[in-house]
């Protein structure tokens, strides 16, 4: 099944993987959410799907096979795949992690050890919980600003637009200009993200 996904969006992975390389996958969610705008996400059950797939026609390889072909300047085996995760959601300790284990499979796991014993989330979450908690019916009449721009959410649309262009501003934004962005959108929707 997750072949024919693939080939359906006009995607060969055998075909995308060069003799002696190693295609890199990158994951960073494992987990069934009603939303999920930027697409980070999949299920724990297609995961499962993915990696019994990938394991069964695939050569997956471990971070050290993959860092001794590199240092050694080795050509990978055919058809080699590393899986990532970046960010180091609970997600991938609660949901990905099991079914790895369960698969015999190995990953890497890139973790922002800065939000490790702490409850803050990545900006892009709490701009995305900012977006997911404001009411699309609600009319906002006065104007949102960023980087000189107008913004005036009248319906679900508008409000799309917002999170679209906000997002792709905030990521080139300073820590603290980014801050500041997303406490006035807070503000602006009257939602309260850090309760």
Known sequence: ?????????????????????????????VIELKYDPQLLTVSPDNFYDQIKYLKKYYNLIT???????????????????LITFDDGYFDNYTNALPILET????????????????????????V????????????????????????????KESLLLLYN????RLRSYTVVKRENVINNLSDYLNININS
Request: proline share 2%; hydrophobic share 40%; with cysteine.
């Open 1 to 29: 099944m997750f072949n024919n996904i693939l080939e359906n969006l006009g995607f060969n992975l055998k075909k995308s993987i060069k003799s002696s390389e190693c295609l890199i996958l990158l994951y960073h969610r």
């Open 63 to 81: 971070h050290q096979e993959f860092f001794f072909h590199l240092d050694q300047q080795i050509p990978f085996p055919d058809n080699s795949i």
């Open 103 to 126: 698969l015999s499979a190995q990953a890497i796991f890139f973790i922002s050890t800065g939000y490790i014993g702490t409850k803050n989330e990545y900006w892009w979450d709490k």
């Open 128 to 155: 995305e919980a900012l977006f997911n908690l404001a009411n699309f019916k609600k009319s906002y009449t006065k104007k949102f600003k960023i980087d000189n721009v107008d913004h005036v959410i009248s319906n």
């Open 165 to 168: 262009s906000t997002l792709e």
